[in-house]
T-cell receptor, first 114, second 114 residues
Framework: NAGVTQTPKFQVLKTGQSMTLQCAQDMNHNSMYWYRQDPGMGLRLIYYSASEGTTDKGEVPNGYNVSRLNKREFSLRLESAAPSQTSVYFC?????????????FGDGTRLSIL | QQQVKQSPQSLIVQKGGISIINCAYE??????FPWYQQFPGKGPALLIAIRPDVSEKKEGRFTISFNKSAKQFSLHIMDSQPGDSATYFC?????????????FGTGTLLAVQP
């Protein structure tokens, strides 16, 4: 059971570089989410996708774009990385956006912007 | 009104002791309150959850106490073990809202000393 798989696990970028974080789930879930986790800030929602073909902004979308490539995959792109985007990024999925079932998280991508 | 305030930020408990983590919220539309457990290098995983129509839910050594009038809920870990050492996040969801998003607390780092 792979669940939610995120790649890469670690990445170091220079300011201004671009990068795409990949996420794939094998649980046939419809909704997918991108969070960032910073010390003392908890988990903050960047973007989410309620179903294939739809994406919406979360709490902190500035500086990011997303693509719901298909039902399995949801990618997060940093077009011009900034040091403030240094964080741990988590992808999550849930069966349906309005279900009572829990969100399942990947193990994160640790991103440093120099 | 969308915030969930969590305390303490960190907690040290002796093996066999009781760990207590508290959360408070303002939005009375929240209708689902999960707790997530996160080990180093891993993503958060659902530990236990409660709905506001009950005052307590117990699963093994883990108990959620819910006080609807005070808009507070807490996680109690009985007979705490070193293996419980992790970061714990409370969260709240507005099921009837436009997005059904989870709002996370800022996290509590628990260390259980042997």
């Amino acid at each position: 059971n792979a669940g939610v798989t995120q790649t890469p696990k670690f990445q170091v970028l220079k300011t201004g570089q671009s990068m795409t974080l990949q996420c794939a789930q094998d649980m046939n879930h419809n909704s997918m989410y991108w969070y960032r986790q910073d010390p003392g800030m908890g988990l903050r929602l960047i973007y989410y996708s309620a179903s294939e073909g739809t994406t919406d902004k979360g709490e902190v979308p500035n500086g990011y774009n997303v693509s719901r490539l298909n039902k399995r995959e949801f990618s997060l792109r940093l077009e011009s990385a900034a040091p403030s985007q240094t964080s741990v990024y988590f992808c999550a999925s849930r069966k349906e956006i309005y279900s009572n079932q829990p969100q399942h998280f990947g193990d994160g991508t640790r991103l440093s912007i120099l | 009104q969308q915030q969930v305030k969590q305390s303490p930020q960190s907690l040290i408990v002796q093996k066999g002791g009781i760990s207590i983590i508290n959360c408070a919220y303002e939005n009375t539309a929240f209708d689902y309150f999960p707790w997530y457990q996160q080990f180093p290098g891993k993503g958060p995983a659902l530990l236990i959850a409660i709905r506001p129509d009950v005052s307590e839910k117990k699963e093994g050594r883990f108990t959620i106490s819910f006080n609807k009038s005070a808009k507070q809920f807490s996680l109690h870990i009985m007979d705490s073990q070193p293996g419980d050492s992790a970061t714990y996040f409370c969260a709240a969801r507005n099921y009837g809202g436009a997005t059904n998003k989870l709002i996370f607390g800022t996290g509590t780092l628990l260390a259980v000393q042997p």
